[in-house]
């Protein structure tokens, strides 16, 4: 299709640079700048602290939500994210609610903590992905986390307020942890946690 001109829009895993997207100038020129200043070594295993600050001033100023740079964790890549999460998480035999499709790591990951994955249906509406409410709450008994990727990954849909609130009661209700992954955050392009 791309051979013929048709704009592709890719839904798979993997490398985003190959599909398309660019790194920030400021990310490139700070890459270069960190290199010629000699700031190539291992930095501490919980990221910098300015790092650490600065995730959190734009989570309270774009999210208007509170976290403390203590509590920030920046991670080498999704993988290495989604991992330190199931690890903290997950104990032979608990039930993990994500959503279908998925971003394969979350079952594997589960599965290798000895969780069980359990799928909640995403399903198009209007030509848009939604979460089946229905589906969810079906689902929800005996669960200790749920997760909700926002945009989804691979369907790009993204849950709209209802959603969001459905899947925060059913939460509560349930006292499951909310996993919130949003990797191509509209502002930065970045992976965040919320646990």
């Not at 849909?157 to 009661?169: M, R, S, W």
């Amino acid at each position: 299709m791309e051979r013929r001109g048709v704009k592709v829009i890719y839904l798979n895993i993997g490398d985003p640079l190959r599909c398309g997207f660019k790194p920030f100038k400021t990310l490139k020129r700070a890459l270069a700048e960190a290199a010629g200043g000699d700031k190539h070594h291992y930095s501490p295993s919980e990221g910098l602290a300015e790092l650490g600050e600065a995730i959190s001033k734009r989570e309270f100023r774009v999210n208007g939500v509170r976290v403390d740079p203590e509590d920030v964790i920046v991670t080498q890549g999704v993988s290495e994210g989604i991992n330190c999460v199931m690890a903290t998480l997950v104990e032979p035999g608990d039930r993990v609610l994500l959503p279908s499709p998925t971003y394969p790591l979350y079952a594997n990951f589960v599965r290798f903590y000895g969780g069980i994955p359990v799928f909640y249906r995403l399903r198009v509406s209007d030509s848009k992905w939604e979460v089946d409410v229905d589906d969810l709450r079906k689902r929800a008994q005996g669960c200790k986390a749920v997760v909700v990727i926002n945009p989804n990954t691979p369907t790009g849909g993204v849950c709209d307020k209802h959603d969001l609130e459905v899947i925060a009661e059913v939460a509560a209700e349930y006292n499951m942890v909310i996993i919130s992954d949003e990797i191509y955050d509209s502002e930065m392009g970045f992976r965040a946690w919320h646990c």
